[in-house]
């Protein structure tokens, strides 16, 4: 579990990102953030493992106090995927998976086995093993990036914006493969987005962000859908709300739910 009491980020130029923020992340689920670009996401997500120092308040991992621990070993047991993959340009994609095990002390045989297996457990081909990361394609890249962040087998993973910059079709593609995985490992994830959909599809967990960090709402994908808290949330989940009004058909005696266009969303469980 991941516990933030009145934290607040104040940058060196004045900018108050965060406000004394409240918050308690579940291990073993998905919780998003979601929020408008500026809302302090990556603020907050940068405070869980020290790449942005905390100005007040309290961040505890499982009960320890991540002030009291040591940045540099704090942060590569963390796993963090970031929008653009991050991978250094100049080292093959095998390289870049196996850069934490390596800074650890990993003997290199050993990390170059392992960095192969996560190569299959985020679906990536052996064969892309030698390639840059030029050489791969966007989906390519943030399937290296999500190995590199389970290298060091993290309990924790960090996604700010994983899938931002890759096109719909890769998005929908990634977003599944990640559950899919999400269901092998049980990681605790926060994740990041500014996309309510993805952040429904799936989060346990959602958390909606105002300015500041303001926690907005927080609950399951079905409290907030049924319960918005405030008019903030509505508008927020509602832009396309249209789309997510689904009433029941009842066809040859099977419920079914169809969605305003008439599409079939799904079908009823007797
Ligand atoms: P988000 O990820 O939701 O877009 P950020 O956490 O990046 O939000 O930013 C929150 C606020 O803090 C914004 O107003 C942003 O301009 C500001 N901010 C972020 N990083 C810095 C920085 N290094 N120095 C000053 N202000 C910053
Ligand atoms: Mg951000």
């Known amino acids: ?33 979601v929020g408008s670009s500026g809302s302090g996401k990556t603020t907050v997500l940068r405070m869980i493992n020290r790449m942005v120092e905390r100005t007040a308040g309290v961040i505890e991992i499982d009960g320890s106090d991540v002030s009291t621990m040591d940045p540099v070993k704090l942060r590569r047991s963390i796993g963090y995927v970031m929008q653009s993959s991050g991978l250094l340009p100049h080292r093959s994609t095998l390289e870049n998976i196996a850069t934490v095990p ?66 719909p079709i890769v998005r929908a593609e990634l977003q599944r493969e990640l559950a899919r995985l999400q269901q092998e490992l049980g990681k605790t994830i926060v994740f990041v987005t500014h996309d309510v959909d993805e952040a429904f599809l799936l989060a346990d967990q959602v958390v909606i962000l105002e300015e500041r960090g303001r926690v907005a709402q927080s609950g399951s994908p079905m409290d907030i859908l049924a319960n918005p808290a405030s008019d903030f949330v509505a508008n927020f989940i509602g832009a396309d709300r249209g789309r997510r009004q689904l009433h029941i058909e009842n066809v040859d005696g099977t419920r079914v739910l169809v969605d305003v266009t008439g599409r079939p969303a799904g079908v009823l469980s007797k």
């Open 1 to 33: 579990m991941i516990e933030l009491r009145s934290v607040t980020k104040t940058y060196p130029d004045g900018t108050t990102a965060v406000d004394d923020l409240d918050l308690v992340i579940r291990a073993r689920e998905i919780t998003a953030l």
């Open 102 to 167: 390596r800074l650890n002390g990993q003997h290199k045989s050993l990390a170059r086995t392992r960095a192969l297996e996560l190569m299959d457990t985020v679906g990536l081909d052996r064969n892309l093993a030698d390639r840059y990361p030029r050489q791969l394609s966007g989906g390519q890249q943030q399937r290296a990036g999500v190995a590199r962040a389970l290298a060091s087998d993290p309990n924790i993973l960090l996604m700010d914006e994983p899938f931002g910059a890759v096109d």
